[in-house]
């Protein structure tokens, strides 16, 4: 079955702890993306990769980093995390560039909550 | 940039009435639209898409007619059911380049019986 797994669903840690969150992909995508969700804002691009070893930056990438070192997968890291990194976050993956029309697979989430 | 804009909500329908949620875009060029669906408790999944002007993206009983000359993609569906209780998200891509989808708020429906 196609499907974008994420791990934990759950997670709650405190100020300063480091995190990964995993993502994994098994459609052979070549483009993959972290984003995290808060009401009233909708979606927001974290990171994104274009292919193995090439990352980007989205629209809010500060306190956040990644790696693409393998094609399907994906993890997001938080370094230092702080209370406003509370949020539920997405990770998607898409053939080519999720341009041209082409559909963005979506994990399930991970509900992060930082004390 | 590109952006997108949605009617916001909630909004709450009876079982079987007609519904329209409005998304606008701005956009350079030829974007590609869709309209992805949240479930509760679950991720985004795509309901439907157009990807040039005067397409029609249909699915589930949902529609939306890319229009280029109002810039809007607006998503319809003539009788909602219960199970339509979700959040609806407008988004875009560029047809090149780089620029990665582009979301809109959200727009949260509930349909009661």
């Known amino acids: 079955e196609a499907q974008v797994t994420q791990n934990p669903r759950y997670l709650i840690t405190v100020t300063g702890k480091k995190l990964t969150v995993t993502c994994s992909q098994n459609?052979?995508?070549?483009?993959m993306s972290w984003y995290r969700q808060d009401p009233g804002l909708g979606l927001r691009q974290i990171y994104y990769?274009?292919?193995?070893?090439?990352?980007d930056k989205g629209d809010v990438p500060e306190g956040y980093k990644v790696s693409r070192k393998e094609k399907r997968n994906f993890p997001l890291i938080l370094e230092s995390p702080s209370p406003n990194q509370t949020s539920l976050y997405f990770c998607?993956?898409?053939?080519?560039?999720?341009?041209?029309?082409?559909?963005?697979?979506f994990g399930p989430g991970t509900r992060l909550t930082v004390t | 940039g590109d952006s997108v804009t949605q009617m916001e909500g909630p909004v709450t329908l009876s079982e079987e009435a007609f519904l329209t949620i409005n998304c606008t875009y701005t956009?350079?060029?030829?974007?590609?639209l869709f309209w992805y669906v949240q479930y509760p408790g679950e991720g985004l999944q795509l309901l439907l898409k157009?990807?040039?002007?005067?397409d029609k993206g249909s699915n589930k009983g949902f529609e939306a007619t890319y229009r280029k000359e109002t810039t809007s993609f607006h998503l319809e569906k003539g009788s909602v059911q219960v199970s339509d209780s979700a959040v609806y998200f407008c988004?875009?891509?560029?047809?090149?380049?780089?620029?990665?989808?582009?979301f809109g708020k959200g727009t949260r429906l509930s349909v009661i019986a």
């Open positions: 157009a990807t040039k002007a005067d």
């Open positions: 990769s274009m292919n193995v070893e090439v990352t």
């Open positions: 956009a350079t060029g030829y974007p590609s």
């Open positions: 998607a993956s898409s053939d080519v560039g999720a341009w041209g029309g082409y559909e963005q697979y």
């Open positions: 459609m052979n995508h070549e483009y």
């Open positions: 988004a875009l891509t560029p047809n090149s380049g780089n620029t990665p989808l582009v």
